[in-house]
């Protein structure tokens, strides 16, 4: 009864979960911006990435525009980056130096932490579209096509998809492991850009 008792006035005196959630989300921004590996991965290599294999002027069909090839996978990779990378990373290293355990004893319940740090998540693609698509407009003369509401549809879809792999990653793997994967996902990141010795490339 003591322990049942403890935890309604606990529950009473909490803030809203709305307003939990808020500030566990300016949380993991604000240790994400603190992270410089994890700005590396997440906004500065794609946009080289971008810029390196634009100049080769490499696409797999004749009068094709090579940032039209280019800047969707290049989004991808991002999106995968930012979602299955960067939050498994940080939520098994969390994990390991038993940050969760702490954050359990907290108000905030588990689902609003998984909330906080998808919409994290959201805000940090967000600000990578912005930049690489700045990057092709203002380099490469680039007009966006198709169907704006099914591109952040897609967005959406593979933001929750990869963060799931990456909670899903730093529940089952030790946090050592989850940051030897980001390095296999920085060589498929060059391994996947297309090179000028493949027959599929004249």
């Known amino acids: 009864m003591a322990t049942s008792y403890s935890d309604n006035i606990q529950r009473s005196n909490a ?3 709305a307003r939990q959630i808020l500030q566990q989300v300016k949380c993991e921004l604000l240790l994400t911006a603190r992270r410089g ?3 590396l991965i997440t906004l500065i290599v794609p946009v080289v990435l971008l810029i390196f294999f634009t100049s080769l002027n490499l696409v797999p069909k004749a009068g094709e525009s090579t940032i039209n090839f280019l800047l969707p996978g290049i989004l991808a990779l991002a999106i995968i980056a930012a979602g ?3 939050l498994g990373i940080a939520t ?3 994990r390991y ?3 969760l355990k702490r954050l359990g004893s907290s108000p905030l319940p588990r689902s609003g932490l998984i909330i906080a740090k998808v919409i994290s998540i959201l805000i940090l693609e967000v600000l990578q579209v912005i930049i690489l698509v ?3 407009i203002a380099l490469y003369g680039w007009r966006p096509a198709g169907s704006p509401p099914l591109v952040l549809l897609t967005i959406a879809l593979g933001t929750v998809t990869f963060a799931s792999l990456g909670l899903a990653m730093a529940g089952a793997l030790r946090a050592e492991i989850t940051l030897a994967f980001r390095s296999d996902i920085a060589r498929c990141r060059t ?3 297309p090179t000028g010795d ?3 490339w004249k």
């Open 92 to 94: 098994a290293y969390e």
């Open 97 to 99: 130096y038993g940050v």
């Open 37 to 39: 590996e994890n700005v």
């Open 15 to 17: 803030a809203p979960l």
């Open 134 to 136: 700045g990057v092709a």
């Open 84 to 86: 299955m990378v960067n």
């Open 191 to 193: 391994n996947a850009s």
């Open 198 to 200: 493949d027959d599929q």
